[in-house]
């Protein structure tokens, strides 16, 4: 099972170490605050990490069973993050916006995942990925 996961695994570390990033390491750009991308890139990460446990729990059985398991997690994890983020020693703030913008890419993902296995796809559209 460890096997199926590494990517997964590794994807949420990835997504742990930017979001503990202490503010003062943070970049300051004034247009990426105008547009707010910061909500598109957590939906983003979110997305891939959902995708990418519901490719790892698929063993053939029911696809509502790996799905859930997929977008369950990953919204437990994208809470979790933000919570952490609150940590006074970061200097950031928990942003229930981020959270929201969390579980909409992970609830993106499995629609996503539902239409590709309707059309006879892979769930993840990387081979080496799989």
């Known amino acids: 099972m460890l096997r199926h996961l590494r990517w997964a695994l590794l994807w949420a570390a990835i997504i742990l170490g930017l979001c503990l990033v202490p503010a003062r390491q943070l970049p300051e750009w004034d247009w990426f605050s ?4 910061d909500k598109l890139v957590h939906a983003g990460m979110f997305f891939v990490l959902a995708l990418l446990l519901a490719q790892a729990f698929h063993a053939g059985g029911s ?4 799905l859930l ?5 990953s ?10 983020q609150g940590l006074e020693a970061l200097g950031r703030r ?27 796809k892979a769930l993840v559209p990387f081979r080496f990925l799989r």
């Open 34 to 37: 105008l547009l707010d991308l």
């Open 63 to 66: 696809p509502v069973r790996y």
């Open 69 to 73: 398991w997929g977008v369950v997690i």
């Open 75 to 84: 919204v437990l994890y994208g809470v979790a993050t933000e919570f952490m």
């Open 94 to 120: 928990t942003d229930p916006g981020d959270m929201i913008a969390n579980t909409a890419g992970a609830v993106a993902a499995v629609l996503y995942a539902r239409w590709r296995e309707r059309r006879g």
